[in-house]
């Protein structure tokens, strides 16, 4: 019988590198299949990778197996933008907004008028929530997660 991993304690020793990982995973899981998820695995040796886009319930046979261990698993996720309050601190852009709605053919949403007069802007709307949401995410949070988790699921060995 061979011995049991201390995961844990694999975790502890390699902790800046999940962490790093984690992020990557938040980053990679931008925009994927919603319902889907990116798994964070390392080895017994410490090494430590993002699986790939995965379905709900799915894993790699090595963590299945208990060779590998998942430390998390990371949800993909998209930012929700604003553009009816973003358009706001843009007076200029603001102001043909209104004056278009006062039109027969103006815009149906605030929306539809950036996509289609101010594609460029929205779209950097866009990238600044999908940076502020990555630098907010706490990776270090979720490994202590799994770090407890061990640790609970190992307390009656």
């Not at 604003?82 to 209104?98: F, G, M, Q, R, W």
């Not at 929306?111 to 866009?126: A, L, S």
């Amino acid at each position: 019988m061979t011995e049991k991993i201390n995961w844990v304690k694999v975790m502890e020793d390699n902790s800046e590198a999940i962490v790093d990982t984690i992020k990557l995973a938040k980053e990679e899981a931008y925009g994927c299949m919603q319902g889907w998820h990116i798994d964070v695995e390392i080895n017994e040796d410490g090494k430590v990778w993002t699986s790939g886009l995965n379905s709900h319930g799915s894993q790699s046979m090595s963590s299945w197996k208990g060779e590998t261990l998942i430390v998390c698993h990371v949800n993909s996720w998209e930012v929700d933008t604003n553009e009816a309050e973003d358009i706001k601190y843009s007076p200029e852009i603001y102001a043909e907004y209104l004056a278009q709605q006062e039109a027969e053919d103006g815009y149906d949403s605030a929306w539809e008028f950036m996509e289609n007069k101010y594609p460029e802007i929205r779209q950097q709307w866009q990238k600044d929530a999908r940076n502020f949401e990555i630098s907010e995410f706490d990776a270090g949070e979720l490994l202590d997660r799994a770090i407890e988790g061990q640790r609970a699921y190992h307390q009656f060995d």
